[in-house]
């Protein structure tokens, strides 16, 4: 009897062993896989929202195409879709002419890419830039750090100044919208960044994001359109107005 009951308890007790010795390999394979699908997955979403120029050659070539027959020696509104939606920019800078280039879904990649297509050939009086707006969008593995935008915001300055030495410059604040809250803490770290390299004395930081906020410091939700990241009416008058101030105060030395 004894014989026999350890004759049946042997296959009792080793064979939960041998099943978990041969299913390790399964387990290492399948987590393999999963670990490789998910660098897959993250390293093509960065991809899809790293800067890619070439998506904006049409647009570009658009603009070369009209540029002769625009005002040379204007002020030049280049950035993304904050500029390229702000259709009355010409009548709310009065009485400087401005000329808007904005192009929307860009990012400051794509403006350093373009520069010398875009900004030299109007031989501007004065250069305004609103960018990295769309470089902080707060979409997981493709937004970029406040440190990052900076340092690409400030290569845009340094190569404008490079190219364009007597022509001032200025840098409009990075808005906090309905849709990017989750990233407000990123865009104001960039705006300060900012701020404080405009010290330097190479570019005119023009801080317009106060004035799309409430007296408490919130978001002000009625100066936004449906897609909760675009200005309306309202919105672009506060805008336009924060930004004409600065240029009157800086170019003509008065307001």
């Known amino acids: ?91 709310d800078l009065a009485p400087f002419t401005a000329v808007n280039i904005g192009i929307g879904g860009t990012k400051v990649g794509d403006h350093l890419f373009y520069f010398h297509r875009m900004v030299p050939p109007l031989a501007p009086t004065a250069l305004v830039a609103y960018i990295g707006s769309n470089d902080l969008n707060g979409i997981p593995f493709m937004s970029k750090k406040p440190l990052h935008v900076t340092a690409l915001v400030l290569e845009y300055v340094e190569l404008a100044r490079r190219e364009l030495p007597m022509v001032p410059i200025f840098i409009v604040a990075i808005t906090v919208t309905p849709s990017r809250k989750r990233v407000r803490a990123d865009i104001v770290e960039t705006n300060r960044r900012l701020r404080d390299a405009s010290q330097s004395g190479a570019f005119t930081f023009i801080d317009a994001a106060p004035a799309l906020l409430t007296p408490t410091g919130d978001i002000d939700l009625s100066l936004f359109g449906r897609d909760r990241l675009h200005l309306n009416r309202l919105g672009y008058e506060r805008f336009a107005q924060a930004i004409r101030s600065e240029l009157v105060r800086t170019l003509t030395g008065t307001g």
């Open 1 to 91: 009897m004894r014989n026999v009951a350890i004759g049946i308890s042997r296959p009792v007790r080793i064979a939960p062993r041998r099943r978990v010795a041969r299913s390790r390999p399964l387990i290492v394979g399948a987590s393999l896989v999963a670990a490789c699908w998910a660098a897959a997955v993250i390293s093509a979403v960065s991809a899809a929202g790293g800067d890619r120029p070439a998506r904006f050659e049409r647009r570009v070539a658009a603009l070369e195409a009209v540029n002769p027959g625009r005002s040379r020696g204007a002020v030049v509104l280049t950035g993304s879709s904050f500029f390229e939606r702000w259709l009355t920019s010409e009548k």
